[in-house]
C-alpha cells in the first residue's frame, strides 16, 4: 500500500505565506502525476494544481501568479507554495498521486492523502 501525508496546513492571515508538503510512501516504483485539489464546505472539490514526472505543471486560474507547485521525485514529495493567500482559498486540501506503480503487490492506482486545513483570515 502507498501512504500520503500531508503537512503545513493552517491559519494565516489574507496576504500571507503557506507551504503544503506531501509525502508519499511505500513499495513505490514510479508516480506519474502528483497535484493538490481542496474543498471548500459546501463545495465540490477541485483543482489547485498538479505537476507530472517530468515537470510539467497545470494550475486552476484561480491560484495563477500566487501558488507555485514543485516536486522532488527522488523523495516522492510535492510541495505547494502559497502566496498572496486570500479568504477564499480556506478550504481542505487533499494530495493527489496518480497512476502510481508498486513493486510489491505490481499495481498501478491513484492515491489521495488525508487532507490538511488551510483557514486564510480577512
Known amino acids: 500500500q502507498v501512504q500520503l501525508v500531508e503537512s503545513g496546513g493552517g491559519l494565516v492571515q489574507a496576504g500571507g505565506s503557506l507551504r503544503l508538503s506531501c509525502a508519499a510512501s511505500?513499495?513505490?516504483?514510479?508516480?506519474?502525476?502528483m497535484g493538490w485539489y481542496r474543498q471548500a464546505p459546501a463545495k465540490q472539490r477541485e483543482l489547485v494544481a498538479t505537476?507530472?514526472?517530468?515537470?510539467?505543471?497545470n494550475y486552476a486560474d484561480s491560484v495563477k501568479g500566487r501558488f507555485t507547485i514543485s516536486r522532488d521525485n527522488a523523495k516522492n514529495t510535492v510541495y505547494l507554495q502559497m502566496n498572496s493567500l486570500k479568504p477564499e482559498d480556506t478550504a481542505v486540501y487533499y494530495c493527489?498521486?496518480?497512476?502510481?506503480?508498486?513493486?510489491?503487490?505490481?499495481?498501478?492506482?491513484?492515491?489521495w492523502g488525508q487532507g490538511t486545513q488551510v483557514t486564510v483570515s480577512s
Open positions: 493527489y498521486a496518480g497512476s502510481v506503480k508498486t513493486y510489491y503487490p505490481p499495481d498501478v492506482r491513484d492515491y
Open positions: 505537476i507530472s514526472s517530468g515537470g510539467a505543471t
Open positions: 511505500g513499495s513505490i516504483r514510479s508516480i506519474n502525476t
